[in-house]
């Protein structure tokens, strides 16, 4: 019997819709479960670090990457670039573990194209207020940064119908036990509890 691979998942959202703190208590949670970790060629925000954060890279090294065809998905976000790298994505779903790829819409179109098993999640703040209340409680970006991602923000919503489920955070613990839901369901599909307890099936349908 082949080796059960986990799953992966496609988490997309806004900016400022909250996706980060959502799969950050996620991952505290469920031991099963791990973030991947994107290439960028944007600057370091405050406090993030490279290798735990993102892969911070110059343009030029990215370049490369494409060329040799090292990325699962790459897109341009902004003025920057983002990518998520293959060899990352497949070993950890080889051992067992579910993924996540914080990634946008478009990227998610990538992925969905070499891997259609990949399950989407789309999540939505509760208005479109509430969403520039969030950008400008972060204080890390300009004012022109957060009218752009305001601008840009109806254009990216009106693509949750490409995603499997759709998860509104307006109070947080209901909103994390929805994708903590969502995860545990995926993990007992049947064609995935064949595979894990292939054993045990066939005894219980054994005389």
Known sequence: MDKHTGNLFILSA?????????YKA?????EQVRISISHTTRAPRQGEEH???????????????IAEDEFFEHAQVFDNYYGTS???IFGMLEQGLDVILEIDWQ???QVRQLYPEAIGIFILPPSLKDLELRLNGRGTDS????KRR??????????????????????????????????????????????????????????
């Open 14 to 22: 806004p900016s400022g819709a909250g996706k980060s703190t959502l």
């Open 26 to 30: 996620l991952l505290k949670q469920d």
């Open 51 to 65: 290798g735990r954060e993102y892969y911070f890279t110059d343009p030029e090294s990215f370049l490369d990457m």
């Open 86 to 88: 293959k060899a990352s």
């Open 107 to 109: 990227g998610a179109r």
């Open 143 to 146: 004012e022109d940064v957060i």
């Open 150 to 207: 305001m601008d840009k923000a109806i254009s990216e919503m009106s693509h949750y119908h490409e995603y499997d489920f759709v998860i509104i955070n307006d109070e947080f613990d209901t909103a994390l036990s929805q994708m903590a839901g969502i995860f545990q369901a995926m993990r007992n599909k049947t064609p995935v509890m064949q595979q894990k307890h292939n054993n045990l099936i066939n005894d219980l349908l054994s005389l």
